[in-house]
């Protein structure tokens, strides 16, 4: 492992891709036991993509995880998908660890919420209700955390949860990753959590393997703190920690 800081933001290379999967697995599971250790009970979001993987895998593996204690949450989905579509990233969660590790609770965002910014209210005051402790999360190929994408990102958003537009790179990220067979099929909204409401959990952990994400993970590390590259904001984050493989980091 090769390991530096940039600004506040711990960054760890890894080996291999599984490699980086069991190692923020360990990780975050070393968070969880410290947030317990505590309080009764603890809030963890989590996002849905195929970088997740293998930190999920590990997760739902390890047995020593009190996972009665956690609320579990995630943090964008689709507008217009049928509820039981598996790019619903509520299904993938649920498929990945949701429907498998034994949750105090799980909240879902509606993917079939007959009025999207009603939904959005909703899942707000849930957030508000539990306030974050750990954030699982990646990197877009475009550099965006959850949905906020570079034309809608704010850092100073005064939302919890908002709907967007996606914008193209987004939308062809998601035919990149073989969830949909084209773009053509890709919504063109969704719901996500805004860039303050992730940043208000104690503890980030923010996982991108792959060669399509290493320009991303370049401006995220290398580039101005920005909206045009919105996981550049991590930087600012006093416990935010980024795990890469060989292919991601290739441009560092």
């Known amino acids: 492992m090769k390991t530096f800081n940039k600004d506040l933001l711990k960054?760890?290379?890894?080996s291999s891709r599984d490699?980086?999967?069991?190692?923020?697995?360990?990780?975050?599971?070393?968070a969880i036991l410290r947030a317990l250790s505590e309080k009764d009970e603890i809030n963890m979001i989590f996002a849905a993509a195929p970088s997740q993987n293998e930190v999920l895998a590990?997760?739902?593996?390890?047995?020593?995880?009190?996972?009665?204690?956690?609320?579990?949450?995630?943090?964008?989905?689709?507008?217009?998908?049928?509820?039981n579509a598996?790019?619903?990233?509520?299904?993938?969660?649920?498929?990945?660890?949701?429907g498998i590790a034994p949750f105090k609770s799980v909240n879902y965002i509606r993917i079939d919420a007959p009025d999207a910014e009603e939904e959005c209210k909703r899942y707000s005051a849930l957030l508000r209700e539990n306030p974050v402790?750990?954030?699982?999360l990646g990197i877009g190929e475009n550099g965006h955390i959850a949905f906020n994408d570079p034309p809608f990102a704010d850092f100073n958003d005064d939302k919890l949860v908002k709907t967007v537009k996606l914008d193209e790179v987004c939308r062809n990220q998601q035919v990149n990753d073989g969830c949909f067979a084209s773009i053509d099929e890709v919504p063109t909204h969704a719901l996500t959590l805004t860039v303050p409401a992730l940043m208000s959990g104690k503890e980030l952990y923010c996982i991108v393997p792959a060669r399509t994400k290493a320009n991303a993970v370049c401006e995220t590390v290398n580039g101005e703190i920005t909206?045009?590259?919105?996981?550049?904001?991590?930087r600012t984050h006093k416990n935010a920690t980024l795990y890469l493989d060989p292919d991601s980091s290739s441009l560092l």
């Open 11 to 14: 960054v760890n290379i890894y």
């Open 19 to 30: 490699e980086m999967g069991a190692a923020a697995a360990r990780d975050v599971k070393a």
């Open 58 to 83: 590990n997760l739902v593996n390890d047995k020593e995880i009190p996972w009665g204690r956690v609320n579990a949450f995630h943090m964008d989905e689709y507008i217009g998908l049928d509820k």
């Open 86 to 98: 598996p790019q619903g990233f509520g299904n993938f969660l649920r498929d990945h660890i949701f």
């Open 133 to 136: 402790d750990i954030v699982v």
């Open 227 to 234: 909206e045009s590259c919105p996981a550049s904001v991590l």
